[in-house]
C-alpha cells in the first residue's frame, strides 16, 4: 500500500496498492539513490575527496554569483549521506504520488515539471538566504521538486481523496496547505530547515501547470476573489 494510504476518485473508489513504476518516476528514483550510495562510499572511502565533492554539489547561494550555476540542480540530487531518513522520504512521496501525476503528464512534461520545480526551490531558498539569512549556507535534497510533484498532484486532481494514515479523508486540493503547515511547524522547531526550497517547488510547479501571467486566468482569479468578497458581506 503507498505510504499514503488508500486513494480513492469521487467517481469511482478503489484501493491501490504500490502503483507501478512510470519512466521518469524510476529514472529519478534511481539517479537519487545512485548518487546517494556514491556519496556515501566516498565519504568511507576518503572523508576530504567527499566533502570537497558533496560541497560542490551543494546549494551555496553565495557561489551562485560567482557563476557556480549548476548547483542550483545539482542539489536536487545530493542527501545527507550519514542519514538515510531525508531520502526515503523524499523518494516514498514521489513514488506515492508521481506516477499519477506522470501519466496525465506524459514522460517529457513530467521530468520537466520536476526540474523547474526543483530549479524554483533553488532560486527562492537562494533568494531568501541573500534578505533573510545566511548565503554561505549550503541546502541540499530533493524536497522542492517532490513538492513541485504533490502541488502538480494536487492541482490535476483536486478531488482525489486520500486517506492518510492516522489522519482524516484529505483530499487532492488541499495537499499544499498541509504540506506548507508541517513545513512551518518543522521550521519552527529547526530553523536550519530550507521551507523557501519548498514553497519554490510549490510555486514553480504552479506557474507551469496555471501559467497565472494568461489574461483568462487572470480574469477569473480576479472573479473569484469579487465573489468571495461579496459572500463575506
Do not use: K
Amino acid at each position: 500500500m503507498s505510504p499514503f494510504g488508500r486513494l480513492r476518485w469521487s467517481s469511482t473508489p478503489h484501493r491501490i496498492a504500490w502503483s507501478r513504476f512510470t519512466p521518469g518516476v524510476t529514472l529519478i528514483l534511481i539517479l537519487n539513490v545512485a548518487v546517494h550510495l556514491a556519496f556515501f562510499g566516498i565519504r568511507l572511502a576518503d572523508r576530504e575527496s567527499f566533502e570537497s565533492l558533496f560541497l560542490g554539489a551543494a546549494l551555496i547561494p553565495d557561489r551562485l554569483v560567482t557563476g557556480e550555476v549548476w548547483r542550483i540542480v545539482t542539489m536536487m540530487f545530493v542527501h545527507d549521506p550519514g542519514s538515510v531518513f531525508h531520502l526515503l522520504m523524499n523518494m516514498l512521496l514521489l513514488y506515492s504520488l508521481g506516477p499519477w501525476v506522470e501519466r496525465a503528464m506524459t514522460l517529457r512534461p513530467f521530468l520537466a515539471l520536476y526540474l523547474v520545480a526543483g530549479v524554483s526551490g533553488s532560486l527562492l531558498y537562494s533568494a531568501w538566504a541573500f534578505v533573510f539569512s545566511d548565503p554561505a549556507s549550503p541546502a541540499i535534497g530533493a524536497s522542492g521538486a517532490v513538492l513541485g510533484v504533490m502541488a502538480a498532484f494536487s492541482l490535476l486532481f483536486p478531488d482525489a481523496q486520500l486517506r492518510l494514515w492516522f489522519l482524516a479523508p484529505l483530499r487532492g486540493r488541499s495537499l499544499i496547505v498541509v504540506a506548507l503547515a508541517i513545513d512551518v511547524i518543522a521550521w519552527l522547531s529547526d530553523p536550519h530547515i530550507a521551507i523557501a526550497a519548498h514553497a519554490g517547488g510549490i510555486l514553480g510547479a504552479f506557474a507551469l501547470l496555471r501559467r497565472p501571467w494568461r489574461r483568462a486566468w487572470r480574469q477569473r482569479f480576479r472573479w473569484r476573489i469579487e465573489r468571495l468578497l461579496r459572500g463575506a458581506r
